[in-house]
């Protein structure tokens, strides 16, 4: 499956590989709003590394980083890509594009020990089993 979310406490997981594409980014958008309300979501660890290429136009990068989909408050958004790869270059296009006047932090990382440290998450995640 190329898209993997789970929920664990006040975190969202989300692992994609192949190729990334807006279905893949809407159907975990669909996901997250169906989620309980209770606890409240305020970060995302969002894994990369095995994105290979991509559909999403730079314009419906945009328009995807500038809305809001989690809390009503900031979000930190990690995002972890192997460095010099597509899935890096998306993740860094993502975060210029928005996130800071929505109040959300966004930070790309090349290692997923360093996300969980920003994050302040005790454990390396192996892997996001599928919903």
Not at 27 to 33: D, K, L, P, V, Y
Not at 76 to 92: D, E, K, P
Request: overall charge neutral.
């Amino acid at each position: 499956m190329p898209g993997k979310y789970e929920l664990r406490g006040d975190t969202i997981y989300c692992q994609f590989d192949g190729v990334l594409s807006l279905e893949l980014i809407l159907e975990g958008r669909r996901w997250i709003q169906f989620l309980p309300k209770e606890p409240m979501i305020f970060k995302l660890l969002m894994d990369l590394t095995e994105v290979g290429s991509s559909t999403i136009t730079p314009d419906q990068a945009s328009r995807f980083a500038n809305t809001r989909m989690l809390a009503d408050h900031g979000v930190c958004r990690a995002i972890v890509a192997r460095a010099g790869s597509f899935g890096y270059g998306m993740a860094r296009m993502f975060q210029s594009y928005g996130g800071i006047h929505l109040g959300d932090f966004i930070q790309v990382f090349t290692n997923q020990e360093a996300a969980l440290e920003w994050l302040n998450l005790p454990s390396v995640v192996k892997d996001i089993p599928s919903r």
